[in-house]
């Protein structure tokens, strides 16, 4: 493997987890939004779940 391959591979990696780590901070809040009967809190949870969805299929598209 070429080296300029390990390096794009290495930061694509980087920035994939450092997405999955912010996403999950959210998980809390996921979960206590489907607690809570509030119309509003169950919105953005589902603004939240298609962001991520968009985040990843781009994330594989640019995929080295």
Do not use: N
Not at 16 to 40: K, N, P
């Amino acid at each position: 493997m070429l080296p300029a391959r390990r390096v794009w591979k290495r930061i694509f990696a980087i920035a994939y987890l450092a997405f999955a780590v912010a996403i999950g901070a959210f998980g809390a809040f996921s979960a206590r939004a489907m607690q809570v009967g509030d119309t509003q809190s169950h919105i953005l949870e589902v603004g939240l779940v298609f962001g991520y969805a968009a985040g990843v299929a781009a994330g594989i598209f640019v995929r080295p």
